[in-house]
T-cell receptor
Framework: AQTVTQSQPEMSVQEAETVTLSCTYDTSESDYYLFWYKQPPSRQMILVIR??????QNATENRFSVNFQKAAKSFSLKISDSQLGDAAMYFC???????????FGGGTRVLVKP | GAVVSQHPSWVICKSGTSVKIECRSL??????MFWYRQFPKQSLMLMAT?????????EQGVEKDKFLINHASLTLSTLTVTSAHPEDSSFYIC?????????????FGPGTRLLVL
């Protein structure tokens, strides 16, 4: 079974500053995928970034980047130049293969202060 | 690309009635669809996985006779909450995979808020 742990229930960041969300996971799979999803107050789940475990290069998507440490089973998300619209719940998740179910962490609420 | 819709977005019903929620992938064929339930301030809980043309696979503890899932086409899955009771009130979210080049990525619908009186 896979598990995902997000140890920070809530993080606060000043607008234009950087915040890093932590995520650790446990899996017995050799090939798997990692994701960060954002859930704003509308509750629409939005894909922020994804990483294939076989790729060593960290994924980036505009102001969002990850620090993937495979040996440590760590997958943190960095939000640079934080904007008010980044305020949301962020969920880290993993799945073992295409079409497989996601295992989610408990989520981290991000507050952005103007 | 990768738009998933859900209908209705809001539903209020009386206890004992059945409610059907539709999930559609609008611009891609979904090989697999998933149904989640989310309680306030909690993470998503997977209820079941459905593949087109086959029976859904339910997670442990989810009553298959209570939550009927049909995946009749590559773009449509439905969740029917049968004989709904107040404890079934929740936020239900579907997701779909199958967008070319992103096979494992799940794209989510906007969710359906169900309130059973």
């Amino acid at each position: 079974a896979q598990t995902v742990t997000q140890s920070q229930p809530e993080m606060s960041v000043q607008e234009a500053e950087t915040v890093t969300l932590s995520c650790t996971y446990d899996t017995s799979e050799s090939d798997y995928y990692l994701f960060w999803y954002k859930q704003p107050p509308s509750r629409q789940m939005i894909l922020v970034i994804r990483q294939e475990a076989y790729k060593q290069q960290n994924a980036t998507e505009n102001r969002f980047s990850v620090n993937f440490q495979k040996a440590a089973k760590s997958f943190s998300l960095k939000i640079s130049d934080s904007q008010l619209g980044d305020a949301a719940m962020y969920f880290c998740a993993t799945c073992k293969a295409a079409g497989n179910k996601l295992t989610f962490g408990g989520g981290t609420r991000v507050l952005v202060k103007p | 690309g990768a738009v998933v819709s859900q209908h209705p977005s809001w539903v209020i019903c009386k206890s004992g009635t059945s409610v059907k929620i539709e999930c559609r992938s609008l611009d891609f064929q979904a090989t697999t669809m998933f149904w989640y339930r989310q309680f306030p301030k909690q993470s998503l809980m997977l209820m079941a996985t459905s593949n087109e043309g086959s029976k859904a696979t339910y997670e442990q503890g989810v009553e298959k006779d209570k939550f009927l899932i049909n995946h009749a086409s590559l773009t449509l899955s439905t969740l029917t909450v049968t004989s709904a009771h107040p404890e079934d009130s929740s936020f239900y979210i579907c997701s779909a995979t199958g967008l070319a080049g992103t096979g494992e990525t799940q794209y989510f619908g906007p969710g359906t808020r169900l309130l059973v009186l």
